[in-house]
C-alpha cells in the first residue's frame, strides 16, 4: 500500500479536504490527543462536554475552524468504552484521522469512489452513522472510511453509488447520534475491509498493530495536508 501512495504522481496537487471547501487549510490545527499531552492531565475526554471544551481551547488558542490529527495516537479517550477495554486485549491506538469541527459540517470524498457499504454503527464508543467508499488508484482497490456522520447521511445512499472527487457526501453528526463524542469526522484508509461491511476497527491493541500498519496507512499519504 506504500508503493500506491508513493506513485501518486496524478495527487501531486494535494493537499486534499475531507471537509466543506469553504474551510481554509490555514484554518486548520494540529490537535494532540494522546496519553503523552500533558495539557490533558486531569481532562476527562470521555465526556464529550470536557472533550469539546479542550478542543474549542485549541481552536482559539490557534484561530481555527477545524482541529486535526490523531493517526497511530495512543489515547485514553476509549477507556470508558467496554468494547475498548478488555484488558487482555486493550485497544486504545487509534488508526485514522480525526478531524474535529462543527456539527452540521460537510463532508467531501477527496478522490472519486463508489460506496461499498454503510451501517449506523450505534452502540456508544463506536462510530454511529458510517460510509465507506471504494477506490481503484493506480490498478489497486482500497477503501475509505467516514465515521461519525448524520443520520441524514445515509438515508437514501445506494451500494454502487458514485461520487466524484470533491463531492458532498455527507455532514457531521451531533453528539447523540455519534454515540458520545464532540462531532468530528474519523477518516480512515484500508486496504482489506476483511469481509466487513459499514464498519472497520477505528482503534487497535499494541499486539495487532503491525497488521494494522499495513493495512491501515496513514491518510495523509493520500491527503498530503502539510503538518
Same mark, same amino acid.
Given at each position: ?13 494535494? &493537499? ?7 474551510i481554509?487549510l ?10 503523552t499531552?500533558?495539557d ?7 465526556n ?7 478542543i ?7 484561530q ?8 497511530l ?9 467496554c ?14 484521522i ?11 470524498t &477527496?478522490?472519486?469512489g ?7 454503527n450505534s ?26 456522520l ?9 451500494i ?13 453528526g ?14 480512515q ?6 469481509g466487513?461491511?459499514g464498519?472497520? &476497527? ?7 498493530l ?6 491501515c &496507512? ?10
Amino acid at each position: 500500500m506504500s508503493l500506491l501512495f508513493n506513485q501518486m504522481d496524478c495527487f501531486s496537487n494535494g &493537499p486534499y479536504l475531507v471537509l466543506d471547501h469553504k474551510i481554509r487549510l490555514e484554518e486548520y490545527c494540529l490537535l494532540d490527543l494522546s496519553v503523552t499531552n500533558g495539557d490533558l492531565i486531569g481532562i476527562d475526554l470521555g465526556n464529550p462536554n470536557k472533550c469539546q471544551n479542550y478542543i474549542n481551547s485549541v481552536l482559539s488558542l490557534n484561530q481555527s475552524k477545524v482541529a486535526w490529527g490523531g493517526y497511530l495516537e495512543k489515547r485514553n479517550l476509549y477507556s470508558d468504552y467496554c468494547n475498548f477495554s478488555k484488558v487482555q486485549e486493550k485497544r486504545d491506538i487509534h488508526l485514522g484521522i480525526d478531524f474535529w469541527a462543527k456539527e452540521g459540517s460537510q463532508v467531501i470524498t &477527496p478522490i472519486a469512489g463508489t460506496v461499498h457499504s454503510y451501517a449506523n454503527n450505534s452502540n456508544k464508543g463506536d462510530y454511529g452513522p458510517t460510509i465507506v467508499l471504494q477506490h481503484k488508484l493506480n490498478g489497486q482497490v482500497f477503501h475509505s472510511l467516514f465515521g461519525h456522520l448524520s443520520l441524514a447521511s445515509i438515508q437514501n445512499l445506494e451500494i454502487g453509488q458514485k461520487f466524484k472527487a470533491g463531492e458532498v457526501i455527507a455532514t457531521l453528526g451531533t453528539t447523540d447520534i455519534n454515540v458520545n463524542y464532540a462531532p468530528h469526522l474519523h477518516y480512515q484508509i484500508i486496504v482489506d475491509m476483511e469481509g466487513k461491511k459499514g464498519d472497520y &476497527p477505528g482503534v487497535c491493541s499494541i499486539n495487532n498493530l503491525n497488521f494494522y500498519l499495513k493495512n491501515c &496507512p496513514n491518510p495523509n499519504l493520500l491527503l498530503q495536508i502539510p503538518v
